[in-house]
């Protein structure tokens, strides 16, 4: 059988699935990615690519591929959102800050795609 973990953000911490095979096998929630057990399959929910300012083109060319299901595809963060530690609160980035962008790697908002 073939394990595999499907990982999730959940506020501050990481939901995940184990299946084992084609059933589901248990779920629970970690603090830290390097708590995950060793697994043949990982696979973890974020983004991989910041855009500079507003929806990358990825995120709006996905979105009209997927025509009724587009309220699924959610658009990556601008770098800013992520990167700026003096943006705390809702009002400051006008909701647009998702939960997880303040629990991510620091050096995340060094990458970006826009295309």
Same mark, same amino acid.
């Given at each position: 059988?073939?394990?595999?973990? =499907? /990982?999730?953000g959940? +506020?501050?911490r990481?939901? &995940?699935?184990?299946? @084992? ?9 970690v603090?830290?990615? @390097?708590?995950?057990?060793?697994? $043949?399959?990982v =696979?973890?929910?974020m983004? &991989?690519a910041? +855009?500079?300012?507003g929806?990358? $083109?990825?995120d709006r060319?996905?979105r009209r591929? /997927? +025509?009724k299901?587009?309220?699924? &595809? ?9 990167t @700026?530690?003096?943006? !705390? ?5 006008? =909701?647009?800050?998702? &939960?997880m962008?303040?629990?991510l790697a620091?050096?995340? +908002?060094t !990458? %970006?795609?826009? %295309?």
């Amino acid at each position: 059988m073939t394990l595999a973990l =499907g /990982v999730d953000g959940f +506020g501050a911490r990481w939901v &995940v699935a184990a299946v @084992d095979g084609d059933q589901l096998a248990d779920v629970w929630v970690v603090e830290r990615l @390097d708590e995950l057990p060793t697994a $043949q399959i990982v =696979g973890v929910d974020m983004f &991989v690519a910041l +855009g500079r300012s507003g929806p990358r $083109q990825v995120d709006r060319w996905c979105r009209r591929e /997927v +025509g009724k299901l587009s309220s699924s &595809v959610f658009n990556a963060p601008p770098r800013r959102i992520v990167t @700026d530690s003096s943006l !705390h609160t809702y009002d400051e980035v006008r =909701g647009t800050r998702p &939960v997880m962008a303040r629990y991510l790697a620091p050096d995340m +908002g060094t !990458h %970006s795609q826009d %295309s």
